[in-house]
């Protein structure tokens, strides 16, 4: 079950990153729903019996919604309302899609391969990245914003009305710190028969909700510093590198990833870093796969002196500054 779940996952990364396939968004939803239901049945037949994944006295076998509130029994879990919204997906999409869906779940997409890869290292002990490189792992996500006067023009109202219905349960689905962003510009007009009747309130049919302000998807920058630092740790476990500080063995720490981060100036660099907060919030980096891949590079050079290098280096430029 746990070769077939990563078949169906490299499936799905290689569908929608395939640019001959129109409705890649879809197949790439289809086939990450059977790696997510493979995966967390053999989690629950390993912890709970074969039975487990069977309906009472019945032959059917647990759906992918009834796995993930086995296994995820928190119903506000960032993870399980991610699901929630690609299931969805794959319910609907069989005769309901639009070629401006890609815009909607792209990010939504993306952020369900990320957790697949976390989840199958926390529940299983697997690394999908000795299957395929770390940086295949993101989706080619289609950038742009929702033109509601060109859907208007091309679809009938009740899509239009079901469009925005996506978009309010895509971003009450999003968590702090997910990487997904998501915004759709209106206009609203008190000119009778423009658009469609909204109106701000909670209990809506189609409820808008008003945003003080708004970031641009930004999928680059995927690891915070906490992160960051997991990925480092494990990657140098798994290759056998021993990280010294002043002679001692060190597991590598947050710390360390802000030594890294302060000795290349990696904050402010959009090669390393961009800063992910909201307006008048406290700046909240988030760095490239490039910024990973330096460290590890470094570490790997001279995993003895490396930390104790740096450290002395920022403390001579402090020094000079201070002068």
């Avoid at 690609?86 to 999409?93: A, H, I, L, P």
């Avoid at 609203?188 to 809506?204: N, Q, W």
């Avoid at 090669?271 to 008048?280: K, V």
Wanted: one cysteine or more; glycine letters at 6%.
């Amino acid at each position: 079950m746990l070769d077939k779940s990563q078949e169906a996952f490299l499936l799905a990364i290689e569908l929608y990153n395939r640019p001959t396939i129109r409705y890649h968004a879809e197949g790439c939803c289809f086939f990450l729903c059977n790696a997510w239901e493979l995966m967390l049945k053999a989690y629950i037949i390993r912890k709970i019996g074969y039975e487990a994944v069977y309906y009472p006295d019945s032959d059917r076998t647990l759906s992918l919604s009834d796995c993930l509130k086995k296994v995820f029994t928190n119903e506000n879990d960032p993870l399980r309302l991610n699901m929630e919204v690609v299931g969805e997906f794959r319910n609907t999409s069989t005769h309901f899609v639009t070629d401006e869906y890609e815009l909607f779940y792209g990010p939504i997409l993306q952020e369900c391969v990320k957790l697949y890869e976390e989840k199958l290292r926390e529940l299983h002990g697997i690394e999908i990245s000795d299957r395929i490189p770390e940086n295949y792992l993101a989706l080619s996500v289609r950038r742009g914003d929702v033109d509601y006067d060109v859907i208007k023009a091309r679809y009938p109202r009740e899509v239009v009305e079901k469009m925005l219905e996506l978009g309010s349960s895509i971003v009450a689905s999003q968590s702090e710190g997910a990487g997904i962003s998501y915004a759709t510009a209106l206009r609203l007009t008190k000119k009778k028969g423009e658009g469609f009747p909204v109106r701000i309130a909670s209990d809506a049919d189609a409820a808008v909700s008003i945003l003080h302000s708004l970031t641009d998807p930004i999928n680059k920058y995927t690891y915070r510093t906490k992160r960051g630092t997991h990925f480092i740790c494990r990657k140098l476990a798994k290759e056998g590198i021993i990280l010294k500080v002043k002679g001692e063995p060190k597991e590598f720490n947050t710390f360390h990833f802000g030594v890294f981060v302060d000795f290349y100036n990696m904050k402010g660099n959009d090669a390393y870093s961009y800063n992910l907060s909201l307006r008048d919030e406290q700046p909240s980096w988030g760095y490239s796969q490039q910024a990973i891949d330096l460290m590890l590079q470094e570490i790997r050079r001279d995993p003895e002196h490396i930390i104790d290098s740096m450290r002395a280096d920022l403390s001579r430029r402090k020094s000079t500054k201070d002068r």
